[in-house]
């Protein structure tokens, strides 16, 4: 997937390093503190991060080794990250066909195109939970308006993203795009 000529989608490793390393500096008093995910805290998000992709991989025959959440947040996301990473070393696991939602695709594909976008976003929730300024790359907002775009209203379905917010015509790309997926960026 492109998300544009000047901007090729990010890789799937870069994303899941970016997150850990958003995990690794935060301080152990900040996982309990609320997320902007209503309900949450930033351990929550980690926990749903690490949740939803063994299930999508269980769910096509690619079950990783089990993982105990109840643990440090950032240990979590390093064993589940070299798990997936393991995983996807077999370039099978990564071409496994399937039938998704927006029709035929693959694995690596979906990994990519949605639990990517998922770390994108999620990174920045886990962040600001702990009051850190995480700021994406040009290529990470090109890639969340483009993953946004192809998922049209479904983005806005229960479940997956608050609906899109108004946020004044000059602002910052950033903020632009964190109000594209229910966010407010503090300011």
Not at 61 to 67: D, E, K, S, Y
Request: net charge negative; aromatic share 8%.
């Amino acid at each position: 997937m492109t998300t544009s000529t000047t901007h090729p989608a990010p890789d799937l490793r870069q994303l899941t390093a970016a997150f850990g390393a958003v995990c690794d500096r935060l301080p152990a008093d900040a996982w309990a503190r609320p997320s902007p995910c209503e309900g949450w805290t930033a351990r929550d998000v980690v926990r749903h991060v690490v949740d939803t992709e063994r299930d999508f991989l269980d769910q096509r025959g690619v079950p990783l080794a089990p993982i105990d959440l109840g643990g440090d947040p950032a240990a979590v996301w390093r064993t589940h990250a070299a798990a997936l990473a393991d995983a996807l070393a077999d370039p099978a696991v990564g071409g496994l066909e399937y039938d998704g939602h927006f029709g035929r695709t693959t694995v690596a594909e979906s990994l990519l195109r949605f639990y990517g976008f998922d770390l994108v976003v999620h990174r920045w929730d886990v962040a600001t939970a702990a009051g850190l300024d995480e700021r994406f790359t040009d290529q990470e907002l090109a890639f969340v308006e483009a993953c946004a775009a192809g998922f049209g209203e479904t983005l806005y379905t229960e479940g997956i993203c608050r609906p899109a917010l108004d946020v004044p015509a000059d602002t910052d790309r950033q903020t632009r795009v964190l109000a594209l997926v229910g966010r407010r960026a503090a300011g």
